[in-house]
């Protein structure tokens, strides 16, 4: 644990570390993939990598720790509920700024033990992260990084490793897994084009032994081999069906040269058939609906995020099909709705459940709960749309057609839960909290490296 005098040394040192977080996050990658080049090959995304999201992610996640252990120091004067007010309503400096959601130190190692298990970090990579890491800091802080300072960056380095390390142990027994058991063999049964630009996977063991179970609402990673031999990794939502089988769906990524190309999902698309071999992580995620309680329910996704929200309907309709659900979903254009067959039988098929889709193309207006005027998509409502310039569901063109909170049947009691492409999640987020939704009744998770398009605003936890 960090010491009382190591707190001292952090709080002191935290505005430098702060003004050099970028400088510092893309030195320690420069460091870490020369010593370790594998890393790069075979576990993180090459293409967030060179787009430098995993550095910025890294970045705000340094800032983000050390002021929150901070803050939770007694007598530190700064309690998490100011922090989440401070991020309502963001000072000049702020405004814009990449912030972390999840104001506790817990939160953020609970998102940290999620992407380590999904890219198959080990407690043995930890050495060469830490070692390029003190000497990243020691690099861009100079006079600034001093004994004490090292001394404390390095204890807070040490608690939070140990508390991911025990997160992911748990994480594998609960899939009954052995530590070097955690990838596992999958075979393909189907592969089909589920809309203009997604591909559709069925999967299951390539052995003896079952696929493990998954909780509605979990992930997996798959790992398949390019032609350059690399073996990349990416996570795909789990989307319900049979236990014996795992259905998963990608959206294939078309960079436009603006961006690489998702190169594992034109793998799929392209290269992977029906009886080819992939290797698969245990199921991961928080955003899970099981263990929470019988409350309201409302989804709400955009694009490929149809997918989480369809295993968890799918649980619902077996478990609990009277359950109060709410489905509003986002598309470009019909044909880029992958399952909407399935999703309007899972939601016909629950008597208290209702879903409303919306297709963008073209709107040039955002999600908002005002009043007004305001553009119509299939099967929306008109509504005061709260302007979003700048940024897109998911690609150049394409913005959000407004809803009307006020016609959804919103409670106090209600629990949101928002899937889809990360400004789509920004916006529905600030939406909903305007409304009136308690933050930590509002669920999320971030595939891949949470680089700060997730706010500004942002006040609460992130789960999904």
């Known amino acids: ?4 005098s190591q707190l001292a040394a952090l709080a002191r040192t935290l505005p430098s570390v702060e003004a050099s977080a970028d400088a510092i996050a893309a030195d320690f990658y420069d460091r870490l993939f020369a010593a370790r080049p594998d890393l790069l090959r075979d576990r993180f995304n090459r293409g967030e990598h060179a787009q430098g999201r995993q550095a910025r992610e890294l970045a705000r996640t340094i800032v983000a720790l050390a002021e929150a252990i901070i803050d939770a120091a007694p007598g530190s004067g700064t309690s998490s509920s100011a922090r989440a007010a401070e991020t309502l309503h963001p000072t000049a400096r702020q405004a814009g700024a990449p912030t972390l959601a999840g104001s506790t130190a817990a939160e953020i190692t609970s998102r940290l033990a999620q992407r380590h298990a999904a890219l198959g970090i080990r407690p043995g990579d930890y050495a060469v992260f830490e070692t390029s890491l003190r000497e990243a800091m020691r690099t861009s802080l100079a006079s600034d990084y001093d004994a004490d300072a090292d001394e404390a960056w390095t204890a807070l380095y040490h608690q939070v490793t140990d508390e991911v390390a025990a997160a992911v142990t748990d994480l594998y027994a609960k899939a009954d897994l052995e530590p070097d058991e955690e990838w596992r063999e999958a075979l393909v049964t189907e592969h089909r084009i589920e809309a203009e630009d997604v591909v559709a996977l069925t999967l299951v063991s390539a052995d003896s032994e079952a696929l493990p179970r998954y909780r509605a609402g979990q992930f997996a990673s798959v790992q398949v081999e390019l032609p350059d031999g690399a073996h990349q990794i990416r996570q795909y939502s789990l989307r319900g069906g049979h236990d014996e089988q795992w ?3 990608a959206r294939v990524i078309d960079g436009g ?14 290269a992977i058939a029906v009886g080819s071999i992939v290797r698969v992580s245990p199921p991961i995620g928080s955003l899970t609906i099981d263990e929470l309680d019988d409350a309201p329910l409302l989804f709400v996704s955009a694009g490929i995020g149809c997918t989480p929200v369809l295993g968890m309907l799918d649980h619902l309709s077996r478990t609990e099909p009277a359950r109060r659900v709410t489905v509003l979903h986002f598309e470009r254009t019909p044909e880029r709705h992958a399952h909407r067959a399935e999703l309007e039988a899972l939601v016909a098929g629950m008597p208290n459940a209702s879903l409303r889709v919306s297709y963008t193309q073209g709107s040039l207006s955002a999600l908002g709960a005002g009043a007004g005027g305001g553009g119509a998509g299939a099967g929306s409502t008109g509504g005061g749309p709260v302007a979003f310039a700048g940024e897109s569901i998911d690609g150049p063109g394409s913005y959000l057609d407004p809803i009307d909170l006020g016609t959804v049947a919103l409670t106090p009691q209600h629990r949101v839960f928002l899937c889809g492409p990360v400004p789509f999640m920004a916006i529905a987020r600030a939406a909903l909290i305007g409304h009136g939704v308690e933050a930590d009744r509002v669920h999320y998770f971030v595939f891949g490296p949470d680089d700060g398009s997730v706010t500004g605003i942002d006040t609460g936890q992130r789960g999904r």
């Open 1 to 4: 644990m960090v010491t009382a």
């Open 247 to 249: 259905r998963i769906s």
């Open 257 to 270: 040269g603006f961006v690489p190309d998702g190169e594992v999902s034109q793998h799929l698309r392209d």
